[in-house]
């Protein structure tokens, strides 16, 4: 691989808005690690390695630090369970176990509190954590995060038909496939972002056909941030690599190099887009909504912030310790406040 080439899998990914960090990062993630701990999801050296408190402490900069911790444990479970319980039995041969892991975890989310027959340590915890949630969510606010579970479930059990044929999904299906598994919003991770923040927007203005475009356009970056970083990887240590970079290089015929660099503008676009509707859905926004948006756009930096300060480094052989990572390196100037202007 040329220098040129190697420079590609070493820039940070595109982010116009300064992503910030939870001042009480350390204390979520060491929440989330003693929670991982308590159910033996794992050892901890390689929960360390996710940093799935470090992650919700990008994305909920500004969220009360105990709800903060309660959205960080699903994230956590949601991040591990997706290889440990979905990915891995599926690439593995054993895609029924997959679907028993799937409806399982569909039904722990609709009833978490039934009991579960023949538990595992992975659905006690997303009973555990399910129940967390209800604790501090409004009955609407959980159902719209189940919502957007229940559509990465089924992306997720897509994925697994593909592992099963040992094909590769065309770009259009890869994108769509990323959407999915992002969870982000609508629904999903985003509907986090109010409840972390104690307020909730009504129904109606969530189902507005714009706020739902809002949120593909945030998961279709959160997902694509993860492809751009993870191409090499994916194509390393997957037979089935289901990943936008990887698809735009089959698709396009392109050196897997220059399909990033293709990626890597359609990612600046997205983000333009993105950053465009939210203003235009600013200009007759109540307080409510206008914080929302200032939200999700944070949000989506902090995926970014992240994977630029945190997961590229773990995944290409830098620091892999929680206190070298800086709280901040913005990879541009612009404030989601400014955004819209």
């Known amino acids: 691989m040329t220098d040129a080439n190697l420079d590609i899998w070493q820039e940070k990914v595109y982010c116009p808005v300064t992503p910030e960090l939870h001042p009480k990062a350390r204390e979520i993630e060491e929440a989330v690690l003693d929670w991982l701990n308590e159910f033996e999801l794992g050892p901890l050296d390689l929960a360390r390695r996710g940093g799935w408190g470090l992650l919700a402490s990008w994305i909920y900069p500004r969220g009360n630090?105990?709800?903060v911790i309660v959205a960080a444990r699903l994230l956590a479970w949601i991040c591990q369970y997706d290889e440990a319980g979905f990915e891995r039995p599926a690439s593995g041969g054993a895609p029924d176990r997959t679907g028993r892991n799937l409806l399982r975890s569909l039904k722990i989310m609709e009833e978490p509190d039934l009991p579960i027959p023949d538990p595992d340590p992975y659905h006690l915890a997303w009973q555990d954590a399910h129940r967390q949630l209800r604790r501090i969510a409004t009955p609407g606010q959980v159902h719209?995060?189940?919502?957007?579970l229940t559509r990465m479930f089924v992306t997720v059990g897509c994925e697994a038909l593909f592992e099963m044929a040992r094909r590769m999904p065309t770009l259009h299906d890869a994108r769509m496939l990323r959407r999915g598994t992002g969870a982000a919003s609508p629904g999903g991770y985003g509907v986090l972002v109010e409840v972390v923040g104690g307020y909730e927007l009504p129904y109606a203005t969530w189902a507005d056909p714009r706020i739902q475009l809002l949120g593909h356009y945030v998961s279709d970056l959160a997902g694509g941030a993860n492809d751009i970083i993870g191409a090499r990887r994916d194509t390393e240590l997957k037979a089935v690599p289901m990943n936008v970079v990887v698809a735009l290089a089959q698709e396009r015929g392109l050196s897997l190099a220059d399909a990033a660099r293709a990626a890597r503008e359609l990612h600046?676009?997205?983000?333009?887009?993105?950053?465009?509707?939210?203003?235009?859905?600013?200009?007759?926004?109540g307080p409510q909504l206008d914080r929302y948006l200032t939200e999700m756009l944070v949000f989506t930096a902090g995926n970014h912030g992240w994977?630029?300060?945190?997961?590229?480094?773990?995944r290409y052989g830098g620091t892999e310790e929680f206190?070298?990572?800086?709280?901040?390196?913005?990879?541009a100037t612009r404030s989601p406040d400014a955004a819209a202007d």
Do not use: C, M
């Open 144 to 148: 719209r995060f189940n919502h957007g």
């Open 323 to 331: 206190a070298d990572v800086p709280a901040a390196s913005p990879p």
């Open 65 to 67: 630090v105990e709800r």
């Open 268 to 285: 600046k676009q997205s983000w333009d887009t993105l950053i465009d509707l939210a203003g235009s859905l600013r200009t007759d926004a």
């Open 307 to 314: 994977y630029n300060e945190f997961s590229r480094h773990h």
